[in-house]
């Protein structure tokens, strides 16, 4: 029922956007896009409010030269262009504030037009994100499949063709609705710094949530946490700090906010521990790149070797690989008529491999090979799980826009926002 969507869908994801005979970049296009909406945002909320339009002018500046900059000094020092969201907030903010200090201008009010700015810069960048393959999601049954086009400009060539979930457009779509209420708590006139407030903790928590579905390597993790989710904790309590010391305006449910994200933690690491199947580690997103390593490695040994096309029934071989945590592959391809039948049997080296990590690692396996969910887990022994997929998924004919297999997949993506 869904399938024509998903195509279309598909066919709308583009790293470049043709706009008057000319090929721009999408995700800067939707970037520019995104701080022109976001500066017509600002300068409708500064008449609202009777603020001076020249401050705003100044304050544009501040934020297009501490961007720039930062974005060049991390340029310099990992010698890549990554742009990380919450180090460049954090510092437009701050040197916003210096900047209105020094022309003695109030702080707060202006605070809270710059942030919703951001973020409606923000909303349109996770677009730009979507149409190029940063920040993607995780292998999911549905989601955007990215082209040989992509991995041209950065996406990682180990995913093409992979269904990711397309969680750039569920955070889009979050940072819109946080920017339209908080545009409300400026207009109907709540205290100068409500809007910032509640922009701080309200994306904060939306964040938190949305980095559990992001799929990208190059995020930095700190006890089974992303920076971006200690950020949101760690300006949560900042804001509640803040309150506290009367400099923002305060309310009940940020300090409850800041606290159920630490509980959150908590709780989610003890669940983490005592989980046998090991979700975490097992679907990391560093781990599943080895798991599609390993299948790519299974596949060219099955190429290698060659079906047996005489045979109108035969077993190909068995080939195995492992990954770093342990986790053992090995695929087999027979041959029945003219459908190549392929199954696999997972393990781990301590031979302690749950059924639920045996049903974690066929799904996994299952969407990556682009093969239907429905399949048979039989448990075989000393730890050995077997996965028979049904037959009918094997004969189907292969997609002209997407490879089938998983060869030379490998290169990271550039962009860490």
Not at 20 to 31: K, T
Not at 53 to 60: A, F, K, R, S, V
Not at 152 to 181: R, W
Not at 251 to 266: E, L, P, R
Request: aromatic letters at 10%.
């Amino acid at each position: 029922m869904f399938a024509p969507f998903k195509i279309r869908l598909d066919n709308l994801i583009h790293a470049e956007l043709r706009i008057v005979h000319r090929s721009f970049a999408a995700f800067q296009v939707c970037g520019y896009t995104g701080f022109l909406l976001g500066f017509m945002q600002s300068m409708i909320l500064v008449q609202r409010l009777g603020l001076s339009p020249l401050t705003l002018l100044g304050i544009t500046g501040v934020v297009i030269l501490t961007f720039w900059t930062l974005m060049m000094v991390t340029k310099i020092l990992a010698d890549q262009e990554i742009i990380v969201y919450y180090r460049h907030e954090i510092s437009v903010a701050a040197m916003t504030a210096l900047f209105l200090r020094l022309i003695g201008q109030p702080v707060l009010p202006y605070l809270d037009i710059t942030v919703l700015g951001i973020g409606l810069f923000v909303a349109c960048g996770r677009i730009g994100c979507l149409m190029v393959g940063c920040c993607h999601g995780r292998p999911w049954h549905w989601g955007v499949r990215y082209s040989d086009e992509h991995a041209h400009a950065g996406f990682p060539e180990y995913l093409v063709g992979v269904k990711l979930f397309p969680i750039q457009a569920v955070e889009s779509i979050f940072a819109l609705c946080v920017v339209a209420f908080g545009m409300v708590l400026v207009i109907k006139g709540y205290p100068p710094g409500s809007a910032l407030v509640f922009y701080i903790v309200g994306y904060g928590w939306g964040r938190f949530c949305i980095e559990f579905a992001r799929g990208d390597t190059l995020r930095r993790y700190l006890w089974g946490f992303s920076e971006a989710q200690w950020t949101s904790l760690l300006l949560g309590l900042a804001v509640v700090a803040g309150e506290r010391a009367k400099v923002l305006p305060a309310s009940t449910w940020h300090g409850a906010a800041a606290i159920a994200m630490g509980a959150s933690m908590v709780l989610i690491g003890i669940w983490r521990h005592l989980d046998d199947s090991h979700q975490f580690e097992l679907l990391h997103p560093r781990h599943v790149r080895e798991i599609i390593g390993a299948l790519d490695q299974l596949e060219r040994s099955t190429q290698q070797a060659g079906p047996d096309s005489e045979s109108s029934r035969c077993a190909v071989g068995i080939h195995l690989a492992r990954t770093s945590l342990g986790y053992r592959i090995s695929a087999g391809q027979s041959v029945v008529g003219s459908c190549a039948l392929r199954h696999y049997s997972v393990s781990k080296d301590s031979g302690s491999l749950s059924p639920r990590a045996a049903q974690i690692l066929s799904h996994l396996i299952a969407r990556l090979e682009e093969t239907p969910d429905s399949f048979k887990l039989i448990r075989g022994n000393e730890g050995v799980f077997h996965i028979l997929f049904d037959s009918s998924s094997d004969c189907r004919q292969p997609r002209a826009q997407y490879p089938e297999n998983l060869a030379a997949r490998r290169q990271l993506t550039r962009r860490a926002m």
